[in-house]
DNA sequence: TCCAACTTTTGAATAATTCTAATTCAAGAA
DNA sequence: TTCTTGAATTAGAATTATTCAAAAGTTGGA
């Protein structure tokens, strides 16, 4: 995600914009949405629109370079860690963490299934709960 | 999924149009999404509406009745099948299947994950190719 | 430097889902 | 069986996420 010239050679113009978006999802492990990266770029490209960051993402889609994530069930989240890994996701904040360990070994499937589908990947969402929401207290109700 | 017994004695008003919804979906194992049932409960009740489906969905979630998947990034799909299984989707038509194996003892976490999040269930999408697109020819572009 | 092709922008358009207000109904009480 | 009331249904408006369209602006190779 680092060296501009990838895209450039992958045929993408290389805007401000782009830039700047390359630029904040560069390492970035905080499974944005579109509208977090909107809003972080909008402070460096005040006139950004909501239509280049999703132009954009797609782009980077296209080209592999991102991932999209469906873990919730509200909005897509990005990740631009496009080695295969897991995640894990507070149920009380939202908070999405990685896992970085194949389980691929240990997730033969049935023949039921094998007879009806030729699997080729598969992806993990874990559940819990983060530290700081464990310290916090339940909300009753 | 099926005695209405259990409905009324956890305060849910039996109306016909949510009968009709409980008896499409007892039993389903297609994965439908709120259209799916709205298409097909409406061969009945031409009369209903969207809203009641999604407010007797909202309802029998809160129940634990039926579980919500996040599994397409477009649209939620529901499942009435609420002891813990995993899916496998078809990347080519998006059918989804049921995968009912236990594999959480082989999914340990590693302890700068534990570290953070306090575990508390997992669900796998596995993807692959289902039988019948498999014969058929991927499309060329 | 020039210019075709690609991008950005604004705002409208979609699509899924939720909300609102008025009307209707289920089911326990009388 | 009828009454009563809180809950459910409905139509349609409202929201939210995402996509599209057209005009104006830029990138980067020639």
Redesign the pocket.
């Known amino acids: 995600m680092e060296r501009?010239e990838k895209?450039?050679?992958k045929?993408?113009?290389?805007?401000?914009?782009?830039l700047a978006?390359l630029e904040y999802l560069d390492g970035n492990t905080s499974h944005p949405?579109?509208?977090d990266i909107y809003r972080a770029v909008k402070k460096k490209?005040?006139?950004?629109?909501?239509?280049?960051?999703?132009?954009?993402?797609?782009?980077l889609l296209e080209m592999g370079e991102v991932m999209?994530l469906t873990i919730d069930?509200?909005?897509?989240?990005f990740d631009p860690n496009t080695t295969p890994h897991h995640h894990i996701v507070c149920t009380r904040c939202g908070k999405i963490g990685d896992v970085f360990v194949d389980y691929s070994s240990a997730l033969e499937l049935p023949p039921e299934v094998t007879e009806e589908f030729t699997p080729i990947s598969n992806h993990i969402d874990f559940y819990g709960v983060c530290k700081k929401c464990n310290k916090t207290k339940r909300r009753t109700k």
């Open positions: 501009i895209y450039r050679s045929g993408l113009k290389l805007t401000p914009q782009r978006i949405t579109a509208e490209h005040p006139t950004i629109s909501f239509a280049t960051v999703y132009n954009t993402l797609q782009a999209e069930p509200e909005r897509k989240h």
